[in-house]
């Protein structure tokens, strides 16, 4: 809505060329937010295979428990730091309803990396025996959920 009204303003005044300047300009990490949403988008929907699953909504089947574990597990070793630059907090000037993320992510003593590598530790358990049955599946979803809700809890502002 407000990009809507910035660039409607803009063609009136200033024209075609500087649209596209100010809207590139205009949240300087609206790049980084993106990719970091989406990277919880890959984790949101394998973890919803596995879930589905676990939960009797969808049939177990080895193969896709096994390549949904891997995918949670390769992406929770993704080094994505260049994705959380300081300032793209949702306190930061003009990113209220962009990102969701806590400004404590930054600040000193943040135990985010310890969360992510909380998660990443229940993905290894989860990976390594996902293909193997539907109750190995179900006895490490507890734990791979609280890995997602450890991080969420503290970091992460709720969108309602
Ligand atoms: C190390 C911290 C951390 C871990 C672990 C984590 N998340 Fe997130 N997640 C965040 C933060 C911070 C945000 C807010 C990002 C933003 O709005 O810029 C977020 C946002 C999200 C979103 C909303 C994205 C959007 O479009 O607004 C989803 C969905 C999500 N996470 C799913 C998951 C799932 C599923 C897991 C576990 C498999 C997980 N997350 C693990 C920190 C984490």
């Given at each position: 809505m407000k990009k809507a009204v910035l660039v409607t303003l803009a063609t009136v005044a200033l024209g075609a060329t500087t649209i596209v300047t100010l809207a590139a300009d205009e949240l300087a990490y609206q790049d980084q937010i993106e990719a970091r949403q989406s990277f919880m988008h890959v984790y949101r929907f394998n973890l919803g295979l596995l879930g589905a699953m676990a939960k009797g909504e969808a049939p177990y089947d080895a193969e896709l428990a096994s390549a949904a574990a891997n995918n949670l597990l390769a992406a929770s070793r993704?080094?994505?730091?260049?994705?959380?630059?300081?300032?793209?907090?949702?306190?930061?000037?003009?990113y209220e309803g962009v990102t969701w993320a806590k400004a404590d992510i930054w600040?000193?003593?943040?135990?985010i990396g310890a969360k992510s590598k909380a998660l990443s530790d229940a993905l290894e358990a989860m990976a390594a025996v996902a293909g193997d049955g539907l109750a190995a599946v179900r006895s490490n979803m507890g734990a791979v959920g609280d890995g997602c809700k450890g991080c969420h809890e503290p970091y992460r502002a709720s969108k309602d």
């Amino acid at each position: 809505m407000k990009k809507a009204v910035l660039v409607t303003l803009a063609t009136v005044a200033l024209g075609a060329t500087t649209i596209v300047t100010l809207a590139a300009d205009e949240l300087a990490y609206q790049d980084q937010i993106e990719a970091r949403q989406s990277f919880m988008h890959v984790y949101r929907f394998n973890l919803g295979l596995l879930g589905a699953m676990a939960k009797g909504e969808a049939p177990y089947d080895a193969e896709l428990a096994s390549a949904a574990a891997n995918n949670l597990l390769a992406a929770s070793r993704m080094n994505n730091r260049a994705m959380w630059p300081a300032g793209s907090d949702m306190s930061a000037a003009g990113y209220e309803g962009v990102t969701w993320a806590k400004a404590d992510i930054w600040s000193a003593g943040s135990e985010i990396g310890a969360k992510s590598k909380a998660l990443s530790d229940a993905l290894e358990a989860m990976a390594a025996v996902a293909g193997d049955g539907l109750a190995a599946v179900r006895s490490n979803m507890g734990a791979v959920g609280d890995g997602c809700k450890g991080c969420h809890e503290p970091y992460r502002a709720s969108k309602d």
